[in-house]
């Protein structure tokens, strides 16, 4: 009697023991980002957003004229030629670089740098649990800082961007035929399309 009360609280035990250690697993990829908090984040929070929210609005009007123009295969040539350029001109007049990364990207240049998918994985984990996610404020091994914000889906990102069996056939072979490797599609509504993650050369 006293023996199996013994292998079932040893059993009880071990069960919480390797729970605990499954749990363990997303604290260790947030000590790979060192975020800060205080004086620096009201600081580049406000800065980021506000590139963020500049390139964002370019790109989705320029995104639309070329939809309206001749659209979405006229609009993806448009994010494949333009895209990049144009985050460009704000990482110049910024003194920043500017990116948008996704662990399922499209253009393999947009793929996360090690540091971008510990911030992902904390966004998503921050999802899971049914927080809200707001932008967060990094510091580097150089003492430089990093805004990182969420992108999410909107219904209009599916036209290039959602389940191909419901895409245009000409857009998905245009897709195909320009990105062969492409890992950007299959996104519902609502979904975390990715990050913007900024960083600030001079800080
Ligand atoms: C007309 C087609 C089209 C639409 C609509 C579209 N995208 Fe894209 N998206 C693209 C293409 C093409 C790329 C690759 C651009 C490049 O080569 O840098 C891309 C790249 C991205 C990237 C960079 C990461 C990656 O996968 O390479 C993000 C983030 C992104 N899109 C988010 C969105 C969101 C959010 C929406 C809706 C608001 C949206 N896109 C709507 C075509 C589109």
């Not at 060192?34 to 980021?48: A, F, H, N, P, R």
């Not at 056939?169 to 975390?192: H, T, W």
Request: glycine fraction near 6%.
């Amino acid at each position: 009697m006293a023996k199996s009360y013994l292998i079932m609280v040893g059993a009880i035990v071990g069960i919480f023991w390797l729970q605990s250690c499954a749990e363990k697993a997303p604290e260790k990829v947030e000590k790979n980002v060192q975020y800060v908090s205080g004086k620096d984040e009201v600081t580049y929070l406000k800065i980021g957003n506000e590139i963020t929210d500049t390139v964002q609005a370019t790109l989705k009007a320029n995104l639309m004229k070329a939809m309206q123009n001749g659209g979405p295969q006229n609009a993806l040539r448009f994010c494949n030629a333009q895209a990049m350029e144009l985050t460009d001109i704000y990482s110049q007049k910024y003194g920043t670089d500017v990116k948008r990364v996704s662990d399922k990207n499209r253009n393999a240049n947009n793929a996360p740098s090690e540091r971008e998918l510990a911030v992902l994985e904390d966004f998503k984990r921050i999802r899971k649990a049914g927080e809200p996610i707001s932008a967060k404020v990094a510091i580097d091994e150089d003492g430089k800082k990093h805004y990182y914000a969420p992108i999410f889906t909107g219904g209009q990102c599916l036209t290039c961007h959602g389940n191909p069996k419901n895409m245009q056939p000409e857009l998905v072979s245009l897709i195909d035929s320009l990105y062969p490797n492409d890992k950007a599609r299959d996104y519902a509504v609502d979904e975390l399309r990715g990050i913007w993650s900024v960083k600030f050369k001079n800080s």
